[in-house]
């Protein structure tokens, strides 16, 4: 959830560009009253039958939604690099994503819905009785997001839940609410009626009180672990939950990897949106008689891209969404140099609110750039001698969500693939690798549940059987 520097009084949220912290607006604080009487509205509209909106005009809403948001994409980009530090050429493919997924969900809905038939014949008992599963909307949805993809993540919440009929409160970012905002305008301009979909900005206590709530039957929160955990401990009995909380990305590099060719990918990987990204690069594990000319290229590469202003088409990095995460992240890499790493790119700050794109090598197993989530522009290179040593290595992190393996042996490839502790393993690809549709989520301490628009969808169900006879 949010720094409570993003809350300066209790009233209003300040708005500002996280690369020259200069205001783009106040918003008011949403009453707490007028939160709750929403939730009630919500809970009363999804359980009238009446008040249900058919299957096809929920599609029918999609897919104007899409047209609008498509004919919006350059603002919605701007407001994405404005309010969030993304720099614009990426901000435009966050916009292409949303709409390719709301229009996915707008079409594979009533495959969701439809169920499936289960064997009726297996047994003298079931020989008479014809078997089907349903998927019914589970219930009023509560959705917590994230900074770092502003639209997006609101696609991947909100859009599965439009899709399957379930009522859906939003609580965007305090620091990115502004993307949010115009988007659910877009839905209820689109046709959606706003009880289906409601926007809320308030305090972080006010947020774990509503996820304990009964009356939601369902927690969507992306952000950080400590807080997804709590508030899984406080769900009200039978709400069910999906947390999304990223990780310490790993890259294990086989000996007869072609190691210049991985480096745009390993740069991009790990530097995109300054490393504020849930599956960025940050280890990359190589064969020690090459890992120290493997990091001299990747620093040297590194060195041609630019940092500054999100909103010019050039730059590469922009800035951290907050000063006081550019100093964590220094910190970190300034304990990494006093256990014994060695530095060969970056390791300072450009300003108060952008860092330099860093390439460490060897820092030590018990650092913070190792162990935790830097979430910053910070790419660790380590050393090692045995391949069995390193996946131990890769596999030590509490952290187990995408992981990549490079190298040109196919049969070792794909044996290391299956030994990696991770959700999803990437071969000859950076560990940001991501479609829409495909499952996305991580083990362990990453996280719980499966997002991608289609797993999210079959989320926010639940199966209802029903036997007939037959005949």
Same mark, same amino acid.
């Given at each position: 959830?949010?720094?409570?520097?993003?809350?300066?009084?209790?009233?209003?949220?300040?708005?500002?560009?996280?690369?020259?912290?200069?205001?783009?607006?106040?918003?008011?604080?949403?009453?707490?009253?007028?939160?709750?009487?929403?939730?009630?509205?919500?809970?009363?509209?999804?359980?009238?039958?009446?008040?249900?909106?058919?299957?096809?005009?929920?599609?029918?809403?999609?897919?104007?939604?899409?047209?609008?948001?498509?004919?919006?994409?350059?603002?919605?980009?701007?407001?994405?690099?404005?309010?969030?530090?993304?720099?614009? #050429?990426?901000?435009?493919?966050?916009?292409?994503?949303?709409?390719? @997924?709301? $229009?996915? +969900?707008?079409? &594979?809905? *009533?495959?969701?819905?439809?169920?499936?038939?289960?064997?009726?014949?297996?047994?003298?008992?079931?020989?008479?009785?014809?078997?089907?599963?349903?998927?019914?909307?589970?219930?009023?949805?509560?959705?917590?997001?994230?900074?770092?993809?502003?639209?997006?993540?609101?696609?991947?919440?909100?859009?599965?839940?439009?899709?399957?009929?379930?009522?859906?409160?939003?609580?965007?970012?305090?620091?990115?609410?502004?993307?949010?905002?115009?988007?659910?305008?877009?839905?209820?301009?689109?046709?959606?009626?706003?009880?289906?979909?409601?926007?809320?900005?308030?305090?972080?206590?006010?947020?774990?009180?509503?996820?304990?709530?009964?009356?939601?039957?369902?927690?969507?929160?992306?952000?950080?672990? #400590?807080?997804?955990?709590?508030?899984?401990?406080?769900?009200?009995? @039978?709400? $069910?939950? +999906?947390?999304? &909380?990223? *990780?310490?990305?790993?890259?294990?590099?086989?000996?007869?990897?072609?190691?210049?060719?991985?480096?745009?990918?390993?740069?991009?990987?790990?530097?995109?949106?300054?490393?504020?990204?849930?599956?960025?690069?940050?280890?990359?594990?190589?064969?020690?008689?090459?890992?120290?000319?493997?990091?001299?290229?990747?620093?040297?590469?590194?060195?041609?891209?630019?940092?500054?202003?999100?909103?010019?088409?050039?730059?590469?990095?922009?800035?951290?969404?907050?000063?006081?995460?550019?100093?964590?992240?220094?910190?970190?890499?300034?304990?990494?140099?006093?256990?014994?790493?060695?530095?060969?790119?970056?390791?300072?700050?450009?300003?108060?609110?952008?860092?330099?794109?860093?390439?460490?090598?060897?820092?030590?197993?018990?650092?913070?750039?190792?162990?935790?989530?830097?979430?910053?522009?910070?790419?660790?290179?380590?050393?090692?001698?045995?391949?069995?040593?390193?996946?131990?290595?890769?596999?030590?992190?509490?952290?187990?969500?995408?992981?990549?393996?490079?190298?040109?042996?196919?049969?070792?490839?794909?044996?290391?693939?299956?030994?990696?502790?991770?959700?999803?393993?990437?071969?000859?690809?950076?560990?940001?690798?991501?479609?829409?549709?495909?499952?996305?989520?991580?083990?362990?301490?990453?996280?719980?549940?499966?997002?991608?628009?289609?797993?999210?969808?079959?989320?926010?169900?639940?199966?209802?059987?029903?036997?007939?006879?037959?005949?």
């Amino acid at each position: 959830m949010e720094d409570k520097q993003n809350l300066p009084s209790a009233e209003k949220i300040a708005v500002t560009s996280p690369y020259n912290q200069e205001l783009i607006c106040n918003l008011d604080l949403t009453p707490t009253t007028e939160i709750y009487d929403c939730l009630a509205q919500m809970r009363e509209t999804f359980e009238d039958p009446s008040e249900q909106i058919s299957l096809w005009r929920r599609a029918e809403i999609l897919e104007d939604l899409a047209q609008r948001v498509e004919i919006e994409s350059e603002n919605f980009a701007y407001l994405i690099a404005h309010e969030g530090g993304k720099p614009i #050429k990426d901000a435009r493919i966050e916009v292409a994503r949303a709409i390719q @997924g709301i $229009r996915y +969900a707008a079409r &594979h809905a *009533g495959e969701v819905l439809a169920g499936e038939a289960i064997p009726d014949q297996l047994n003298a008992t079931a020989d008479a009785k014809i078997f089907r599963v349903l998927r019914e909307p589970i219930g009023p949805v509560l959705a917590i997001s994230a900074f770092n993809h502003p639209l997006n993540l609101i696609v991947h919440q909100v859009i599965p839940a439009v899709a399957t009929g379930c009522p859906v409160m939003i609580k965007p970012s305090l620091s990115t609410p502004l993307t949010c905002l115009r988007f659910i305008e877009l839905l209820h301009k689109s046709g959606l009626p706003t009880v289906w979909a409601n926007v809320i900005l308030c305090t972080n206590e006010v947020t774990e009180k509503l996820a304990a709530d009964a009356r939601f039957a369902f927690v969507s929160f992306i952000g950080a672990a #400590k807080v997804g955990w709590k508030l899984r401990s406080q769900l009200a009995p @039978g709400t $069910r939950c +999906a947390l999304e &909380h990223g *990780g310490n990305a790993p890259v294990l590099m086989l000996q007869d990897a072609d190691f210049k060719k991985t480096i745009p990918a390993i740069l991009k990987g790990g530097f995109a949106h300054a490393g504020q990204v849930c599956v960025s690069v940050q280890r990359v594990y190589v064969p020690y008689a090459d890992a120290a000319g493997f990091t001299r290229a990747l620093a040297d590469a590194a060195e041609r891209l630019q940092v500054g202003n999100p909103l010019n088409d050039t730059t590469d990095i922009g800035p951290l969404i907050r000063p006081s995460e550019v100093n964590r992240v220094h910190s970190w890499v300034q304990e990494a140099l006093a256990g014994g790493a060695k530095i060969l790119k970056g390791g300072d700050k450009v300003t108060d609110t952008c860092y330099k794109p860093t390439i460490l090598l060897d820092p030590p197993k018990d650092a913070k750039v190792t162990k935790e989530e830097v979430f910053g522009p910070v790419i660790c290179v380590y050393g090692y001698e045995d391949l069995e040593e390193a996946i131990t290595r890769v596999n030590a992190s509490r952290y187990h969500f995408q992981a990549a393996v490079y190298g040109r042996d196919m049969v070792n490839v794909q044996y290391v693939a299956k030994r990696l502790n991770a959700s999803t393993v990437m071969i000859n690809d950076p560990t940001t690798f991501r479609v829409d549709w495909m499952p996305f989520g991580g083990r362990s301490h990453s996280g719980l549940g499966v997002g991608g628009i289609g797993y999210t969808m079959h989320e926010y169900t639940q199966h209802k059987l029903i036997i007939s006879p037959d005949g």
